[in-house]
């Protein structure tokens, strides 16, 4: 197959909702939230369609990565010293819940630990997945990689020290031979891409933003445009397009807005984005840019209804918004015009699914909402559990993974 043909394969696959594969990063195998050919089922409770609950050591906030019959999470277990904390990772069996293996990976010494917010963990970050390795990341603390197989280490990162606001939050991703994350610290701002292999800093670029309030949790988002890649990585009062390999700025655009937490879309040419707190701006804009194109490529703007903290879901032409004050709120993709909204809920952290013609929901207080995409709000299941619920759901096959404050459940059909 010729160069071209090639590219534009890889450029569609980026672009496009991923039909039937593995959950094998934050928001899923293209990092959008679809599944879309997984059956879920949209009815459930403590009992009702869960194959397995399994409580799970310690506490994090972290969601579920799956593949090849296995469940990958990352965990905080309370050590002897007040504050201290074993880091690790776990492997569960996707069709029984029984741990395989449990490896600590960084252990926290409580005397130098940073506070954390009380919404947050020490185990937030979601895991990474790629054939015989897990890329596990708990922020200022350090990168690994593990064995998928056994949890074994292949390599850690320890070096890029910085001071948290609130603990960590921002998942990496991988691109080619690098994993790409976000340090957005009191004294450093900057994207990060380790040697895959290695562990060691391929490239890091500086955020030049200088903001008042520096700390943000965002992950970044692969796309590629005109056959090129970029990884699109969001601060505090700004939003930066890199090359992927050597960590090049391509564009970027400035804004007013701190702790950043919601991952950005990207369709139609467009990357779409929430600028955090205090009053968050939902953004559009065209990524063909070069340099700094604030006043050139910012197609519009929304101001209501635009979520904190849960990452907005595109599905057709539509983009649903599940906001802090549990309003959801539907808008035209291309325009941003309103179609509608309606109060499901309340606080919402965890990030939407789109599978088999319906997005799932999840409110922080594990009431988790079901209804079909359309020119209105058609509601068709809402499902409580009655525990805490801050991670985003993962997928497995026809099984949605759902981890509340105490357990990890498995919910598939019977």
Not at 16 to 29: D, K, N, S, T, Y
Not at 38 to 44: N, R, S
Not at 98 to 108: G, N, P
Not at 351 to 361: E, K, R
Request: charged share 20%; hydrophobic share 40%; proline share 6%.
């Amino acid at each position: 197959m010729p160069r071209a043909a090639l590219a534009l394969c890889f450029a569609l696959a980026l672009a496009l909702p991923v039909a039937a594969a593995e959950w094998v990063q934050f928001r899923g195998a293209a990092g959008d939230g679809h599944a879309d050919a997984a059956k879920l089922p949209t009815e459930w409770d403590q009992t009702k369609n869960v194959a397995w609950r399994v409580e799970l050591p310690g506490n994090g906030w972290s969601s579920p990565v799956a593949a090849g019959g296995k469940v990958y999470v990352t965990t905080a277990v309370p050590g002897e010293g007040k504050g201290d904390y074993s880091l690790r990772a776990l492997c569960l069996d996707a069709k029984t819940g029984k741990t395989l293996w449990d490896a600590e990976v960084f252990k926290e010494d409580g005397k130098t630990a940073a506070k954390i917010h009380s919404k947050n963990s020490h185990a937030s970050p979601t895991p990474v997945l790629d054939g015989e390795f897990l890329f596990v990341h708990f922020g200022h603390l350090g990168t690994a990689c593990l064995k998928a197989n056994d949890g074994s280490k292949v390599w850690t990162q320890e070096a890029l020290k910085y001071t948290p606001v609130h603990g960590a939050g921002g998942s990496p991703v991988l691109a080619a031979d690098k994993l790409i994350f976000c340090i957005d610290g009191v004294e450093k701002q900057a994207v990060i891409a380790l040697d895959r292999k290695t562990g060691k800093v391929a490239w890091q670029t500086p955020r030049d933003a200088k903001p008042k309030k520096p700390f943000s949790f965002a992950t970044p988002l692969l796309i590629a445009v005109g056959g090129k890649e970029q990884v699109v990585a969001q601060g505090s009062d700004v939003v930066m397009a890199l090359d992927p390999k050597t960590g090049t700025e391509i564009w970027r655009v400035k804004y007013n807005g701190y702790s950043v937490v919601p991952k950005p879309l990207f369709a139609n040419g467009t990357v779409y984005l929430s600028t955090g707190y205090d009053n968050p701006v939902f953004y559009a804009i065209r990524a063909d840019g070069t340099g700094d194109v604030t006043d050139t490529h910012v197609a519009w703007t929304v101001k209501k209804g635009v979520p904190r903290n849960a990452s907005p879901l595109l599905v057709g032409d539509a983009i649903y918004m599940a906001a802090d004050d549990g309003t959801l709120t539907c808008i035209d993709a291309k325009t941003g015009a309103e179609r509608w909204n309606e109060r499901v809920g309340k606080a919402y952290s965890s990030s939407p699914v789109f599978a088999n013609g319906h997005v799932y929901l999840l409110a922080e207080d594990g009431t988790a909402t079901v209804f079909k995409p359309g020119s209105s709000y058609d509601p068709v299941a809402t499902n409580k559990m009655g525990e805490r619920a801050l991670a985003s759901y993962g997928v497995d096959g026809d099984a949605l993974l759902l981890r509340t404050e105490k357990a990890l459940y498995r919910i598939e059909r019977k």
